[in-house]
């Protein structure tokens, strides 16, 4: 094992992860009773694809989303295999106190394609923790959920890590960001995203009624600011200072895998992917199998560049057009919500209703065919 990890970790060595928002949500707090598992990507690479990696050498299928220039494939970001497993990340900084070197650092991705292969349960992962060699190479949140309706964040630094069972929290959802409960105090990232987080679920959570599309068309594209006890989605301004919304410059993705019930075919585990800045982009269902993962989410052109990636980073362009002085850090609202009911955000919200529409219709058609095949 350490030396196919070795092999690995070298393929990886300059990609690494930066943020992200995150939540595992229980089967009792959705609407259809399946558990979600759920990333908003912030990382200072743009170009993401979405690729299926076919099973072998005894390893599992599974659908990731992977960096454009990581050729390899070496590093998942998020993702779920045939058995129904998923898992995604958020970077911490208040975990690791040691001298592993920042060359050694990073590996996050690594681990989480390495589990993909071979996970099927929440436990399997805890495994694979317990035997990789140490340090581990990492300083995260590691997200799980499984095809048993488990779930877990695994607060994991480079020699230990403690597990947050889905099962023991009361509310019925876990939620993360840039720092760890386990960790140093008052130390980390993220604290005001997580605020928002919360805040934004809130009324979905007191309704038992989350479902993908609260997270991609309503959390990734809710520009609420928890310290200042304002959405300004509906603000009217034209302008905006980009600190310490969930949606962010280098939010590159906005991501759901949706479970299953217990005892339903593993198959039926759905990933819904809004690729690229969130706030403008469509959301696409991708499943395991032949055909799987939309052309448009893979890495097709020369570059390895998802032409759907490629699409949305340029009405990013748009939102965040100053370039010059401290431009990047200010948003062009009126690009995403204005009184006329033309920016992106809100133009693309009624198309994606309609791709969950027909995502849940073709869910549906594939269980019915499951099911005839039983028979």
């Known amino acids: 094992m350490k030396k196919i990890l070795t092999t690995i970790l070298l393929l990886a060595a300059a990609i690494a992860a930066q943020a992200c928002t995150s939540a595992i949500v229980s089967g009792r707090l959705t609407a259809n009773g399946r558990p979600l598992l759920w990333k908003n990507r ?4 743009q170009n993401n694809r979405v690729e299926r990696v076919k099973a072998h050498d005894g390893l599992l299928e599974f659908v990731a989303l992977f960096d454009a220039r990581d050729t390899k494939d070496s590093a998942a970001w998020l993702g779920f295999n045939e058995r129904g497993f998923a898992i995604m990340n958020t970077a911490s900084y208040n975990l690791n106190d040691d001298n592993v070197p920042e060359r050694d650092m990073d590996k996050e991705g690594v681990v989480m394609r390495y589990a993909l292969e071979r996970c099927t349960t929440v436990d399997d992962f805890e495994r694979v923790l317990e035997q990789l060699p140490k340090p581990l ?3 995260a949140n590691f997200g799980v959920i499984d095809a048993q309706g488990n779930g877990a964040y695994f607060e994991t630094g480079n020699y230990k890590w403690v597990k ?8 019925g959802i876990l939620t993360r960001t840039n720092y760890s ?3 140093r105090e008052g130390e980390g990232m993220g604290y005001i995203r997580h605020d928002n987080e919360r805040e934004l679920l809130r009324p979905y959570v007191l309704q038992c009624d989350i479902t993908p599309a609260t997270f991609t068309e309503v959390i990734s594209r809710t520009f609420y600011h928890s310290r200042l006890k304002r959405n ?3 603000s009217g ?3 905006l200072i980009d600190q310490d919304f969930i949606p962010r410059r280098i939010s590159t993705a906005s991501a759901v895998i949706e479970g299953v019930l217990p005892g339903e075919d593993p198959s039926l585990t759905t ?3 809004a690729l690229g800045y969130p706030p403008c982009a469509e959301v696409f269902a991708c499943w395991t199998g032949e055909n799987g993962v939309p052309d448009v989410l893979r890495g097709t052109t020369k570059r390895r560049h998802s032409t759907q990636c490629d699409l949305v ?3 990013e362009a748009e939102v965040f057009s100053i370039t010059r002085g401290n431009g990047q850090h200010y948003i062009n609202l009126s690009k995403l919500y204005n009184k006329q009911g033309t920016g992106y955000a809100q133009v693309l919200v009624k198309k994606n209703m309609k791709a969950y529409q027909d995502g849940y219709a073709e869910i549906a058609r594939r269980r019915a065919a499951l099911a005839k095949k039983k028979h």
Do not use: C, H, Q
């Open 271 to 273: 990933m819904w992917i």
């Open 137 to 139: 190479g990492v300083e």
């Open 232 to 234: 300004y989605n509906d």
């Open 42 to 45: 912030d990382t200072g690479d």
């Open 313 to 315: 980073n340029k009405r």
């Open 181 to 183: 409960v386990s960790g």
């Open 164 to 171: 947050f069972d889905l099962a023991d929290e009361p509310t």
């Open 237 to 239: 301004l034209e302008w």
